[in-house]
């Protein structure tokens, strides 16, 4: 990912005499250009869109991030049809994005992509948004919504964009948030099933095997289910629960713990084969 975020900063600068490029570049760990649209109290003095897109530049390159996103969004106000005001748009977002400002960043790609939606940075718009709730993802056991928002950014860049150079990055975040919010399916169904709600529990292990079965929760899903057919007396269901964790995991902890429980349900039957 580290690739997909490097930003050649010599040059995005506003050439301003002969030697205007020569300080080094920049790999900043942060996005490729996007929209900036915060707000300040702060006020500035009118400048030519060089002087103010140079001062920006220079306050990005010294870690002043946030400094740097008003000023950029100042060239947009100021200078509002020159050529550097889409820039300093993207800009803007880009210095938002390293500074941790991800509500900040959010607003200001949606912003680009409504503005902008034939721009060819619009799948990198996308990529800075999904990336800017990606960040935030919480512990499995609290809530999910920046895990569902990231998914959903990312499913979006797949859909639109699958030959782009954030694709690839998208779907391997896809499966991670996918694993992540099976984990937090399974802290419920534990919950629950510790507690002897059975039904319950059942509802959230067959969300985890239905709706996320390539996630590393799927083999523990079969033996909760295992666990909680049993505990309901649904015996066939727990035999042919256990089968199918056998089948497709035959070496796991977890099918060794579902074929002593499912065993002790009849020690004389034999558990079904999963076809």
């Excluded at 300080?23 to 702060?42: F, H, K, Q, T, Y």
């Amino acid at each position: 990912m580290t690739d997909l975020l490097r930003v050649d900063l010599c040059g995005l600068r506003l050439a301003v005499g002969a030697g205007a490029c020569t300080r080094a570049a920049v790999a900043a760990a942060g996005l490729l250009l996007l929209i900036g649209c915060s707000s300040s109290d702060e006020t500035y003095t009118d400048k030519p869109v060089d002087a103010l897109y140079n001062d920006a530049m220079d306050n990005l390159e010294a870690g002043d991030d946030k400094r740097a996103a008003k000023l950029f969004d100042e060239v947009e106000r100021q200078h509002p049809y020159s050529s550097w005001a889409t820039r300093s748009q993207l800009m803007a977002a880009y210095a938002h994005y390293r500074a941790n400002e991800y509500d900040d960043a959010v607003a200001a790609a949606d912003r680009f992509i409504e503005l902008h939606p034939a721009n060819p940075d619009v799948p990198y718009a996308y990529y800075l948004k999904g990336l800017s709730y990606y960040e935030r993802i919480s512990d499995i056991h609290r809530d999910q919504e920046m895990t569902e928002q990231a998914k959903k950014v990312f499913e979006e860049i797949v859909t639109r964009f699958p030959n782009s150079e954030y694709a690839r990055d998208a779907r391997l975040k896809i499966d991670l948030a996918n694993d992540h919010l099976a984990g937090k399916e399974m802290v419920i169904g534990r919950y629950y099933l510790t507690r002897g709600f059975y039904l319950a529990a059942i509802n959230r292990f067959r969300t985890v095997i239905d709706r996320y079965q390539t996630t590393t929760h799927t083999p523990e899903a079969l033996l909760r289910l295992t666990e909680a057919y049993t505990a309901l007396g649904i015996d066939d269901e727990a035999r042919k629960t256990a089968a199918v964790l056998g089948y497709n995991y035959p070496q796991s902890d977890w099918y060794a713990d579902a074929y002593k429980l499912v065993r002790n349900i009849n020690p004389r039957e034999t558990i079904p084969t999963a076809n």
